[in-house]
């Protein structure tokens, strides 16, 4: 079956500071990836989605991600963190060879950024 | 924009009641679904539905149920609650069957079971 690992449980780091937030997926034919977001006290947003195409995707708030086939991840990046990117991120996967719109949720990493 | 509305924010409620969630999408979605979130175990689903009427367990169905009368409105029933099940409850809703679309969520109903 397909899991999803998040490396990291918290990551903290500065204001300004660039940051990635590690993401592996297991093996499968083809998968469809997401990146979402959940600030305090809300529900998950979307920041981006990787389907097909182009290996590198951007999304909201100058997050970008890089699906990369061989080493099956797909991490989230920012170049330079705002205070307001503190929340929890959940990398999610659709694995298409079962057929269903089920997304497989990895457990969360939770970023803080200090001034 | 999509709006999926969940009836309350926090819930208390004492073990052994039978406690609804309902959940109320504005987009004529097919699909739906109800996850509980716990710390340091991510998301996980407990029953999804593609249709009016439709459901199918998800990954923790026990203890709990679902019903999909009309398609806009998803309930998530705890038959008989208990401690274990007190959590964050998330629904979502997405576009038919294309796998690419997105889930989009509710803010969440935080149930505590005494």
């Known amino acids: 079956a397909q899991s999803v690992t998040q490396l990291d449980s918290q990551v903290p780091v500065f204001e300004e500071a660039p940051v990635e937030l590690r993401c592996n997926y297991s093996s499968s034919v083809s998968v469809y990836l997401f990146w979402y977001v959940q600030y305090p006290n809300q529900g998950l947003q979307l920041l981006l989605k990787y389907l097909s195409g182009s290996t590198l995707v951007k999304g909201i708030n100058g997050f970008e991600a890089e699906f990369n086939k061989s080493q099956t991840s797909f991490h989230l990046r920012k170049p330079s963190v705002h205070i307001s990117d503190t929340a929890e991120y959940f990398c999610?996967?659709?694995?298409?060879?079962?057929?269903?719109?089920?997304?497989?949720f990895g457990t969360g990493t939770r970023l803080q950024v200090f001034p | 924009d999509v709006k999926v509305t969940q009836s309350s924010r926090y819930l208390v409620k004492r073990t052994g009641e039978k406690v609804f969630l309902e959940c109320v999408q504005d987009?004529?979605?097919?699909?739906m679904f109800w996850y509980r979130q716990d710390p340091g175990l991510g998301l996980r689903l407990i029953y999804f539905?593609?249709?009016?009427?439709?459901?199918e367990k998800g990954d923790i169905p026990e203890g709990y149920s679902v019903s999909r009368e009309k398609k806009e409105r998803f309930s998530l029933i705890l038959e008989s609650a208990s401690t274990n099940q007190t959590s964050m409850y998330l629904c979502a809703s997405s576009w038919g069957t294309d796998f690419n679309q997105p889930q989009h969520f509710g803010d969440g109903t935080r149930l505590s079971i005494l």
């Open positions: 539905s593609y249709d009016v009427k439709m459901k």
């Open positions: 987009m004529d979605h097919e699909n």
């Open positions: 999610a996967v659709s694995d298409l060879s079962h057929n269903t719109d089920k997304l497989i």
